[in-house]
Every structure is written in structure tokens, then in C-alpha cells.
């Protein structure tokens, strides 16, 4: 400790300062991007507006590529779980209007996932390119299905409409309100809170049957889709080696902690092989649930999902 009249100072852990240079080399990216666009922003502004030498951005990525990738992954993982806070406590957030609703309105507020969105590479550059077909965007595509599925079980979803159907529908609400601004003019825009609750009524009024539904039936719909953004967070935090640099600040941001009695805090890592390895005995054994074992290895579902990726699916 380091006394300064009656200050206190306590020495920040060498890791700690290194995630908040980067959350702040980041920080300074964006502002840039949006400013200037991706193919304007080089290294030496991004680090002389972070006040740092262009060097110190090679001790976190290895290119300006990787930086900019780095950054994009972080955007999904904020928004992944402000989504999640915001579902968490609707009862009925999890529904297919709900998640339309909650998702237009984290996106609005992220424009550079805006513009990957809407593939704008005038501001984006190459960083813009289309991720159909790629292994991530089709396991999201693959358990969004599963999640969709669930939904129409629960009696959450019209079943007079195929699946493909649905999917498509989906999708054409959720880019067509993003998208279809650009062609009108600015009388005819709608407020952000507005364009969410109109892209909401669509999917309600389009996808969903009329009828009341029962309580359990939101709470395996909300079980569900909390399965599903683990599993987006996961994905997402394999796209960058350096994801956990800029992550662990998140967890100031989730509260007290999430429902069902997860406490605050960043999730830790399973450590050694042998915790790997008793992570592997427990996701095998059927009679414990995903949140049993998670619970146990004190491990988020999303680095459970990590951790298992390789190994055959299994009911939660």
C-alpha cells in the first residue's frame, strides 16, 4: 500500500491493468470507427488517442485486423447480455415478440452491430463481410431452430406455419425494420423505443397464436433461450483469443447477480486437466442438469458449452 495524506492506495494486479487498457484501446477504437470509418482508423490513431504507444497494441492483438475483430466480438458479448438482463426480467421476455423488442433496442444502441447488420461497408470495410455459411452463424441458425422448436411444444408459436417459414419471418422483421429507413424520409422515421414496439406487434400479430399461455409455459421458453444465448456467448468468445481482456468488466454490469442464484462476478475458468476431465463425467452423466454441473465446477453455462464443444449434444 502507498500512502498519499489520507488516501489509501492499493497497487492494481498486473491483469487488471491490462484489461482496462485494453477495454480502453477498444473504447477508443469505436469512437474512431464511427467517426472516421474502419478503413480510416490506423493503429497510430487509435493509440495516440489512447494515450499509449503503438507497440503496446501488440501486447494485446497481433494486427489491426485482430483488434477490430477483438472489438466487434466484444459488441456481441454486451449485447448478448444486456438481452439477457432485459428477458430476465419480463416474465414473458423470452417469447419470439419479446426477443424482437429487446434485441432492437440493445442493437440501436451499438452502431457499429447496426452496420455489420445491415453489411455498411462504408463504415465497416471488410470487417463487413458476410458470415453465412461459416460454422458459427450456422450453430446459430441450428440452435435457434431448437429454441424455435420448444416454443411451438409450448404451445408459444403458431404450428400452422412450417419452420423455415417462422425463420424467415423472423428474420425479415428484424432486418426489414433495421433496413427499410434508409429508403424513407425523416417525417416518416420512428423513435428507437417506437421501432422496437412495432417490430414486436409484427412478430405478435405474424407468429404467435392468440390465446393466453400458462406460466410454465414462458418459464421453459425462458430456459430455453437462456441456453441459447450461452451457447452465442461461447461461439462468440472462440472468435478472439484476447476475449477475455476486454469480458471481465461485464461483470460489474450484471448486478447483484443473474435469477436462479447465480451471484455476481465473472465465472472462473476450469483450471487443470483434472477439472476438464470431471467437467467431461459430469455433462456425460444425464441425471445432473446443466445448471447442477455448473453449479458444482462454480463455471458459467457459456464456458461450460466451451469446454464440451467438441463432444456429442445432450438434453439440458
Known amino acids: 500500500m502507498v500512502e498519499r495524506g489520507q488516501e489509501t492506495m492499493v497497487a492494481a494486479p498486473e491483469s487488471s491493468r491490462r484489461e482496462e487498457r485494453a477495454k480502453r484501446i477498444l473504447d477508443v477504437a469505436t469512437t474512431l470507427i464511427l467517426r472516421w470509418g474502419y478503413a480510416k482508423t490506423t493503429l497510430n490513431d487509435i493509440a495516440s488517442e489512447a494515450g499509449v504507444g503503438k507497440g503496446t497494441l501488440y501486447l ?26 432485459q428477458m430476465e426480467q419480463d416474465p414473458q421476455g423470452a417469447t419470439l415478440h419479446g426477443i424482437l423488442k429487446y434485441s432492437a433496442l440493445a442493437l440501436l444502441k451499438r452502431p457499429l452491430l447496426k452496420a455489420l447488420l445491415l ?115 461461447a461461439n462468440a468468445q472462440e472468435q478472439s483469443d484476447h476475449t477475455q481482456e476486454f469480458t471481465a468488466h461485464l461483470s ?28 467431461q463425467r459430469l455433462y456425460t452423466d444425464t441425471d445432473k442438469s446443466i445448471e447442477e454441473i455448473c453449479a458444482t465446477l462454480g463455471i458459467s453455462r457459456a464456458s461450460l458449452y466451451r469446454y464440451m464443444k467438441e463432444r456429442p449434444e445432450r438434453e439440458s
Open 252 to 279: 460489474t454490469k450484471r448486478g447483484p447477480g443473474r435469477v436462479r442464484g447465480r451471484k455476481g462476478g465473472r465465472p472462473k475458468k476450469l483450471q487443470t486437466d483434472e477439472r476438464i476431465t470431471l467437467a
Open 119 to 233: 453489411r455498411d461497408t462504408d463504415m465497416l470495410g471488410k470487417l463487413a463481410h458476410d458470415e453465412k455459411g461459416t460454422a458459427a452463424y450456422m450453430e446459430q441458425i441450428s440452435g435457434f431452430v431448437t429454441y424455435l422448436q420448444l416454443l411451438r411444444e409450448q404451445g408459444l408459436v403458431r404450428t400452422d406455419l412450417s419452420l423455415q417459414l417462422q425463420v424467415y419471418t423472423f428474420s425479415a422483421i428484424f432486418t426489414g425494420f433495421f433496413l427499410v429507413a434508409r429508403f424513407l424520409p425523416a417525417e416518416f422515421l420512428l423513435s428507437d423505443e417506437l421501432l422496437a414496439e412495432m417490430m414486436a406487434e409484427t412478430a405478435r400479430r405474424t407468429l404467435e397464436p392468440g390465446g393466453p399461455s400458462s406460466s410454465n409455459a414462458f418459464q421453459a421458453a425462458s430456459q430455453a433461450f437462456s441456453d441459447f444465448m450461452d451457447r452465442a456467448v
Open 60 to 85: 494485446h492483438w497481433k494486427s489491426r485486423e485482430e483488434l477490430f475483430e477483438a472489438l466487434i466480438t466484444r459488441e456481441k458479448i454486451e449485447m448478448a447480455e444486456e438481452i439477457r438482463v
